[in-house]
């Protein structure tokens, strides 16, 4: 006790770093997932899926059978979600796709000019890579759309 009342200042300085330190590391991070694109009838029809297992993804055509996808499913869910049409197509450079907390927030950079007078545009349909070990929530996740 003598200790602590000689060193009070130490000791506060001490205290006060591990709680910053604590707190700094408890706050999550923005993480980048990756995806790909799938095929525009898997995507029109099921769109806003999350797709957990191998056989959900054979049974609605997203892969074919084989060892290796197996093991994909295994290791990792998917998000399905489509990105422009309309009046603008979407390419996957403008598309960024970000997990925040429990969020996942769908980022597509599009066109700020006015809706061509031709037609409409294909929009793009992807799925979103979700790794189940270091998600182990995913399950949770809410999807947000942003058009920036």
């Given at each position: 006790?003598?200790?602590?009342?000689?060193?009070?200042?130490?000791?506060?300085?001490?205290?006060?770093?591990?709680?910053?330190?604590?707190?700094?590391?408890?706050?999550?991070?923005?993480?980048?997932?990756?995806?790909?694109?799938?095929?525009?009838?898997?995507?029109?029809?099921?769109?806003?899926?999350?797709?957990?297992?191998?056989?959900?993804?054979?049974?609605?055509?997203?892969?074919?059978?084989?060892?290796?996808?197996?093991?994909?499913?295994?290791?990792?869910?998917?998000?399905?979600?489509?990105?422009?049409?309309?009046?603008?197509?979407?390419?996957?450079?403008?598309?960024?796709?970000?997990?925040?907390n429990n969020l996942v927030n769908i980022n597509w950079s599009e066109p700020?000019?006015?809706?061509?007078?031709?037609?409409?545009?294909?929009?793009?349909?992807?799925?979103?890579?979700?790794p189940k070990r270091e998600n182990l929530n995913y399950k949770e996740f809410?999807?947000?759309?942003?058009?920036?």
């Amino acid at each position: 006790m003598i200790f602590f009342k000689k060193n009070i200042n130490k000791n506060l300085i001490l205290i006060i770093l591990l709680i910053l330190s604590s707190s700094i590391n408890g706050q999550e991070k923005k993480i980048r997932l990756s995806f790909e694109e799938i095929d525009f009838s898997i995507g029109r029809e099921y769109p806003d899926k999350l797709v957990e297992t191998y056989k959900e993804a054979l049974k609605i055509g997203l892969c074919k059978e084989s060892d290796t996808e197996n093991k994909f499913y295994s290791n990792n869910a998917v998000y399905l979600f489509q990105v422009g049409g309309g009046c603008f197509g979407a390419s996957p450079s403008e598309i960024s796709i970000e997990l925040e907390n429990n969020l996942v927030n769908i980022n597509w950079s599009e066109p700020k000019e006015i809706c061509p007078d031709v037609g409409e545009a294909m929009a793009f349909y992807g799925k979103i890579i979700i790794p189940k070990r270091e998600n182990l929530n995913y399950k949770e996740f809410k999807f947000k759309y942003y058009w920036e």
